[in-house]
């Protein structure tokens, strides 16, 4: 009796537990229907280079470019005119230093330079396929400014003299990035206006060198090398090279970030980014370096 009790419970109730299923499946498809589309968006933020590449612009003899001893401190301090100069530079400004000193550079930065924040600007278009899964193609780019500090001393010092024995002076890079990203993204569902998602993918990135020098007693001095391995003769009509250093690289890319609906066709998203990159500033790109950012995108799906 209990068993026929059962099976007519269950006969009266499961169309209307079909019927309910049905629905559900019916909404979750139109959603995902009206989730379909193409989405774009732009960001800014800021981001943080890896200070392994920023050892390029350390001056260092590892570094050296061409014959002349482009992108290092030799550069300058093994031209003989360049080198007078300098010195002559250095004793004008500190008076303590005998004429008849020897200058030389006495330790490189070569940990302790470092890429100061950038900020970010970043193009985007997504397709989503649902209201969970989709993918993206975007652009971004970055102005990176690298700097550190190494120290000359002289030779011989006077006897009793307290002044410092060393003197330090500055190095700068300056470069320019673009990261072209294709990613995977998950956005999690949970039915408010907040949606956590995370993205996958991977880059195609390019670096060039704008700017290398080392400043000494406020005076700025290049490193690169623009006379193709010629060394420099003051007053003599050296011919000159557009030399373009870096290059085109690749790497993996990974973000976090949260969809802030604001409407149905916009929402404020931020993220926040990291990447594994190959930059091409040799001998730095042999390896992966890390790389990270935050950046906040807004989103418009027309």
């Known amino acids: 009796m209990k068993m026929k009790k059962l099976v007519i419970y269950f006969l009266a109730f499961f169309p209307l537990f079909v019927s309910a299923q049905t629905k559900h499946s019916k909404e979750k498809n139109d959603d995902d229907v009206k989730e379909q589309g193409v989405e774009l968006y732009i960001g800014a933020g800021v981001y943080m280079g890896s200070k392994k590449c920023a050892k390029y612009y350390n001056g260092g003899p590892e570094n050296v470019q061409t014959s002349s001893g482009g992108n290092t401190l030799g550069y300058i301090f093994g031209n003989q005119y360049r080198y007078d100069e300098i010195k002559d530079l250095i004793i004008e400004n500190n008076k303590y230093i005998p004429r008849d000193s020897k200058i030389s550079v006495s330790s490189y930065p070569k940990d302790d330079m470092r890429y100061s924040p950038a900020m970010l600007v970043q193009l985007g278009a997504r397709y989503r396929f649902n209201s969970n899964w989709s993918i993206a193609i975007s652009y971004s780019f970055a102005r990176l400014k690298a700097k550190g500090s190494f120290f000359v001393t002289y030779s011989p010092r006077v006897p009793g003299n307290d002044n410092p024995e060393y003197l330090q002076y500055g190095l700068q890079g300056t470069e320019n990035r673009s990261l072209i ?30 700017k290398f020098q080392v400043v000494i007693e406020g005076r700025e001095y290049d490193l690169i090398d623009r006379y193709g391995g010629s060394n420099y003769v003051p007053g003599l009509a050296m011919q000159t090279y557009d030399v373009r250093q870096g290059g085109s690289g690749f790497g993996i890319c990974g973000a976090v970030g949260l969809k802030l609906v604001v409407s149905k066709m916009v929402s404020l998203d931020p993220v926040f980014y990291v990447s594994g990159s190959k930059f091409n500033l040799p001998p730095y790109n042999t390896s992966l370096t890390f790389n990270y950012g935050a950046a906040v995108r807004i989103s418009m799906m027309p």
């Open 181 to 210: 990203e294709l990613t995977g993204a998950y956005t999690f569902e949970t039915g408010s206006i907040v949606k956590p998602f995370i993205e996958f993918g991977g880059q195609f990135n390019y670096v060039r060198v704008k």
